[in-house]
């Protein structure tokens, strides 16, 4: 079956967070895709919604088993289905756990920059963000291990948050990265949780490694957040999978999140969950081949009108992060700029942390024709806004 990617659908009027916005505006900012939902999904859904009655919902052994056999047919990793909890989402995932394996005042390790709301989870709920930056050269993110290992050595430092693959970069880490920064986890005694939701974004050539894969003793200390929300652009029926092999730590996260009252599945949660993975593969490989030409129109596009611009390289994610350095060093104000002069929306790199202020994070997860006028309305604003600066 071949299924249609270039179908403008209008998510206007419909209380989409993403969409909300005047009528002339146009959002490419948040993670989430313009695209048709995969008709699968869409079928299972209508099924549960024809059987008339929405009440409280249990987890049932398929919703497990749908993700064991995913990841094995997928990734070529196994997974036990006693190793996952339901979760309404990632980040209250994430939340619950910062509050369950850390007390007050301990230090949360992020390598900047990295997904925003892992602050938010950290701050809110008052603990310490330890940064260790990522280093930067020539369009290329790395690990500064030296200032890794000093920030995992603080006896305050209780937590990695990891992003694999990593948002907004769109790296995948490479299995050696993984065991370096798992055994350095294990030396210090620091808990990892991965946040690997845009693992089945990784673009074609390339392959995505499960943290948790790369050793059995890095295993029993990890923590990873799944789900099909990214991938299947199904973040509004809130589902996710925490994956954690150790049964102590397993305990700990379940009393977690059934405290915090995210533990239970909405009426369609189950039902999407099992058809994007048991019936969505096909979808999900045109998608993939269909982002990957969105891509590199969009780098071709704005290389050809700005070769002073530079995109990082990137593995994986509907991401692309764009260093704008050489025009402005501060682009929370060429975000606005941008906006207020066409109406386009993006991310502007600083709420990222790191060396994120230098960077715009662009969505080009839309059909192609949005994409175009997403670049129209950019190379527009930033001809001018370098012709008021004398750039």
């Known amino acids: ?192 949780l991965s946040d690997e939701v845009h693992c089945d974004l990784t673009h074609p050539d390339y392959t995505y490694t499960p943290f948790a894969a790369v050793a059995e003793d890095i295993a029993q200390i990890t923590m990873t957040c799944l789900s099909p929300s990214k991938a299947f652009n199904i973040a509004g029926l809130q589902t996710s999978a925490i994956m954690v092999p150790n049964r102590d730590l397993y305990q700990q996260v379940k009393r977690a999140i059934n405290t915090d009252e995210v533990a239970e599945p909405n009426s369609f949660a189950v039902q999407a969950t099992e058809a994007a993975f048991n019936e969505g593969e096909h979808w999900l490989n045109q998608l993939n081949h269909y982002l990957a030409e969105n891509r590199r129109y969009l780098l071709e596009q704005i290389r050809l009108r700005f070769p002073e611009l530079h995109f990082v390289s990137a593995q994986a994610t509907y991401l692309a992060w764009l260093d704008c350095s050489a025009v402005s060093q501060d682009s929370k104000a060429l975000c606005d700029y941008i906006r207020r002069k066409t109406g386009l929306i993006l991310s502007d790199g600083e709420i990222f ?39």
């Open 353 to 391: 942390g790191g060396n994120g202020r230098q960077f715009i994070r662009w969505n080009y997860a839309c059909p192609k024709a949005v994409l175009q006028d997403g670049v129209r309305r950019f190379v527009q604003a930033v001809q001018q806004y370098k012709e008021e600066a004398d750039i």
């Open 1 to 192: 079956m071949q299924y249609d990617f270039d179908q403008v659908i209008s998510r206007r009027q419909v209380n989409s967070y993403k969409w909300d916005v005047s009528q002339e505006e146009l959002p490419m900012w948040v993670a989430d895709m313009d695209f048709a939902t995969a008709p699968e999904i869409a079928a299972a859904v209508q099924k549960r919604l024809s059987q008339g009655a929405l009440g409280y919902n249990i987890v049932p052994d398929s919703f497990f088993e749908a993700y064991v056999s995913w990841w094995q047919r997928r990734h070529n990793y196994k997974i036990e289905k006693d190793w996952l909890l339901f979760c309404t989402g990632a980040v209250p995932a994430v939340s619950s756990i910062v509050r369950k394996v850390t007390v007050p005042e301990d230090y949360v390790l992020l390598l900047s920059p990295v997904y925003n709301i892992f602050y938010h989870s950290i701050i809110n709920n008052n603990r310490q963000v330890l940064e260790s930056p990522l280093g930067y050269h020539e369009g290329e993110y790395t690990v500064d291990y030296d200032d890794l290992e000093e920030k995992l050595s603080l006896p305050q430092t209780r937590l990695l948050i990891f992003c694999n693959p990593h948002n907004p970069t769109g790296k995948v880490w490479s299995p050696e990265d993984l065991r370096k920064i798992g055994t350095l986890c294990l030396k210090y005694g620091v808990l990892i």
